[in-house]
């Protein structure tokens, strides 16, 4: 097969590919494509130059491959753009702040397979945060990093392990107040809720989530993870506090899920104009992208943000400091979110307690 017939052949899928996000289907096979757009986005560049280096550019087909191309590549920017150095922050920095106000925050998907117990709490050590959160944790990882963070001065805790990778653990130096683990949408799939309490005794409101992603054999869409996403965006959205989500998203920060996630809880996105920071994969350096997130509302501002080291997972650490600057907040909030935006959101949680109700019926529940 000649070169040029390849490339076109390339192009063809290139286009396809950017055009899956705007399928209103929630089908694994669609949003399986949000993931890897940074690879996408290459693969585009790489066949537009030699296209346009190698061949005569002279046929009307030549022509229209090369701007249809074109406009794949600038709409594929355009969606990691904010993401990268070049663009704005969301979020603002502040190196100054009263001790008493800021709070660091560390998390890691451990994977629960993984038994590298050691490297996960050198990781803790060496990054010291305030607040701990761990995902895919079961009894083995309780058993191994409760005691252990508990003599490194986190006294607070909320912990359910599973054996069935969503397990989580929370840990803090500062108070819990009221922490609860709620079953939002499957009695196998928590989150914890909780306020904490910092040192200049102001109350911020934290939720930690792990949705499923939509694939096999977790879940053959990705109805399950948008609706969980859609009720913490609405918590968030109506709480009386400033507001932190975090987790193993299943998501990237590009998809259309999570803009609409960020549109609907008004939260905001500190890897904006800082940097990718891919967790995940941490066994692959081609497939990357960010899964692991944090989400804040505007009273924060970023004071240091990083990925953490190997610690055995398929998954790096991610670690953010913060501080609470309530009086500053009007210079980063969002617009509040559309209606449009809003029904979306409600149709998508009601699109999930549909299957749920389906599933029940046919007894697969």
């Known amino acids: 097969m000649k070169l040029k017939s390849v490339l076109q052949a390339i192009g063809l899928i290139a286009v396809i590919l950017t055009l899956f996000p705007f399928v209103a289907a929630d089908f694994w096979w669609i949003r399986m494509f949000d993931y890897p757009h940074l690879q996408l986005t290459l693969f585009t560049l790489i066949a537009l130059l030699i296209y346009f280096f190698r061949f005569d550019i002279r ?15 600038v709409f594929q920017v355009g969606k ?12 603002e920095n502040n190196e100054n702040a009263d001790r008493d106000r800021t709070m660091s925050v560390f998390m890691s998907n451990v994977l629960q397979k993984n038994k590298e117990h050691q490297q996960v ?34 006294n607070y805790k909320a912990e359910i392990p ?4 969503y397990g989580m653990l929370l840990y803090s130096k500062f108070k819990l107040i009221d922490p609860q683990i709620k079953f939002l949408l499957e009695d196998s799939i928590p989150s914890i809720h909780s306020k ?17 992603p939509p694939m096999p054999p977790h879940d053959a869409s990705s109805t399950d993870r948008d609706a969980q996403m859609m009720m913490v965006a609405k918590m968030a959205k109506n709480s009386n506090y400033p507001v932190i989500v ?15 996630f960020q549109s609907v809880s008004g939260l905001l996105d500190p890897r904006r104009g800082r940097g990718f920071y891919n967790t995940f994969n941490a066994n692959n350096w081609i497939m990357r ?31 953010v400091k913060l501080s609470l600057e309530p009086a500053l907040s009007q210079e980063q909030k969002l617009e509040p979110p559309t209606q449009e935006e809003l029904e979306e959101a409600n149709k998508q949680i009601e699109k999930e307690e ?7 019926a046919e007894g697969k529940n």
Not at 59 to 73: E, K, M, N, P, Q
Not at 80 to 91: K, V
Not at 292 to 301: I, K, L, N, Q
């Open 59 to 73: 046929s009307w087909r030549d022509y229209t491959f090369i701007i249809v191309l074109a406009g794949c590549f």
């Open 121 to 154: 709490l050198d990781e803790v050590v060496t990054e010291d945060a305030d607040i701990l959160i761990f995902t895919e944790t079961n009894e083995r990882w309780r058993k191994n990093l409760s005691p252990a963070v508990r003599s490194y001065g986190y």
């Open 196 to 212: 904490i309490q910092l040192p200049s005794k102001e109350i911020i409101e934290l939720h930690v989530i792990h949705p499923t």
């Open 80 to 91: 990691i753009y904010p993401y990268t150095a070049l663009a704005s922050y969301q979020i």
């Open 289 to 319: 992208w960010p899964l692991d997130h944090m989400f804040v509302s505007e009273e924060f501002r970023v004071m240091e943000i990083e990925r953490g080291h190997d610690v055995g997972s398929d998954h790096f650490p991610f670690y």
């Open 162 to 165: 599973l054996d069935n990778t």
């Open 354 to 360: 549909e299957k749920d109700k389906k599933e029940k």
């Open 246 to 260: 975090a987790g193993d998203f299943n998501d990237v920060a590009w998809s259309e899920s999570t803009s609409l």
